[in-house]
Nanobody, 126 residues
Framework: VQLQASGGGLVQAGDSLRLSCAASGRTFSSYGMGWFRQAPGKEREFVAA????????DHADSVKGRFTISRDNAKNTVYLQMNSLKPEDSAVYYC????????????????????WGPGTLVTVSS
């Protein structure tokens, strides 16, 4: 599966952004999806994940209550709604796909993901 993230940009603290990740192929619903981010000089970190049909999600503590992951399997797209953005949210955001054999599972470890998109840059100014 090929992934392409979009929706990044330069915003001010407190603003909102919605990232999208479009996937190719006809088996999108077979993949758990995740969002990760990487700031300069830091390791790539988990942001959010969603199960195959969207019934289960998980979010990093640093974004809980502000970010929401969702998916639309009819459109082969996963989203990350980001509200109340902070300067520390500035990073390149990556979407990833994990081939899962069952629904109801979310993957939070980056090494478990099979496919990655090229990332989209989010910059939050103070």
């Amino acid at each position: 599966v090929q992934l392409q993230a979009s929706g990044g940009g330069l915003v001010q603290a407190g603003d909102s952004l919605r990232l999208s990740c479009a996937a190719s192929g006809r088996t999108f619903s077979s993949y758990g999806m995740g969002w990760f981010r990487q700031a300069p000089g830091k390791e790539r970190e988990f942001v959010a994940a969603i199960s195959r049909t969207g019934g289960r999600t998980d979010h990093a503590d640093s974004v809980k209550g502000r970010f929401t992951i969702s998916r639309d399997n009819a459109k082969n797209t996963v989203y990350l709604q980001m509200n109340s953005l902070k300067p520390e949210d500035s990073a390149v955001y990556y979407c990833a796909a994990d081939r899962l054999w069952a629904d109801g599972v979310v993957t939070t470890a980056r090494y478990d993901y099979d496919y990655w998109g090229p990332g989209t840059l989010v910059t939050v100014s103070s």
